[in-house]
């Protein structure tokens, strides 16, 4: 990946703040499909509390997000307006840390060609879609923030595959302690005034939600949800 930079400052309360102002395009190469996500004018401030190894706010923006995706058979554009993005985050006496994040942008819009398989008779088909307004609400609650600290303080001073071979026994359990966590996620995203053009004519949906929550431990758990509202399809 390429080096993401921040500019760190104590502030007088003892707490540290950490400017952004800067992303690098991040590419990613898997079986038969690259993708880049490209953020522009990104502006981004975090207050760190080190006396709960976590996070108190988080205020962001950016002018511009797009995510490209490339395979043999798909090619897809995304393309977000401008982001605004706050969060607040908090530390529990047990130790386990919590945040909750907003983000909404000002509109979004997608161009997706699919041109099929060499060997089969599916038709190459164009479709665009277009949003007029984009959220989405995150909260992560059962962080032991304190041992991914301690993780992350291990894997800044052993940064080569050598070093941590070296230390392989201390590395697991560093893990073992990071990734026993009772975490808990959930997001949701949602859109409103989608129009979809496909070649069977215009797809329109007032509104549409969806998301995600999951749960790790012995209970673990997760789940999807769907939703849309206002749904007109071709007369077709």
């Known amino acids: 990946p390429a080096t993401l930079k921040s500019h760190v400052v104590e502030q007088d309360d003892g707490l540290w703040r950490v400017e952004q102002t800067d992303l690098p395009p991040i590419v990613s190469h898997m079986k038969e499909e690259t993708s880049t996500l490209t953020i522009g004018g ?3 401030t975090l207050v760190v509390d080190p006396s709960i190894a976590w996070w108190r706010s988080l205020n962001g923006s950016a002018d511009r997000i797009t995510l490209k995706a490339k ?3 798909v090619d897809e554009t995304f393309d977000f307006g401008a982001l605004q993005m706050t969060g607040e985050g908090k530390a529990s006496a047990d130790g386990l840390a919590s945040a909750v994040v907003h983000q909404s942008f000002a509109g979004a819009k997608a161009s997706i060609d699919f041109s099929g398989k060499p060997d089969s008779d599916a038709k190459p088909t164009h479709i665009d879609i277009n949003a007029d307004k984009v959220g989405a609400d ?3 609650d059962g962080v032991k923030s304190r041992a991914l600290l301690d993780l992350w303080t291990f ?16 590395f697991k359990t560093l893990l073992a302690a990071a990734l026993a966590s009772p975490l808990k996620v959930d997001e949701s995203a949602s859109a409103d005034k989608i129009a979809a053009q496909t070649p069977q004519g215009v797809v329109t949906i007032d509104s549409a939600k969806f998301g995600f929550a999951g749960a790790s431990g012995a209970t673990g758990s997760f789940e999807e949800r769907f939703a849309a509202y206002g749904l007109a399809l071709p007369a077709t």
Not at 161 to 169: G, M, V
């Open 42 to 44: 990104l502006k981004n």
């Open 71 to 73: 395979t043999p058979v």
């Open 138 to 140: 995150a909260t992560l």
């Open 155 to 170: 894997l800044v001073a052993h940064p080569s595959r050598p070093e941590l071979a070296a230390n392989e026994a201390t």
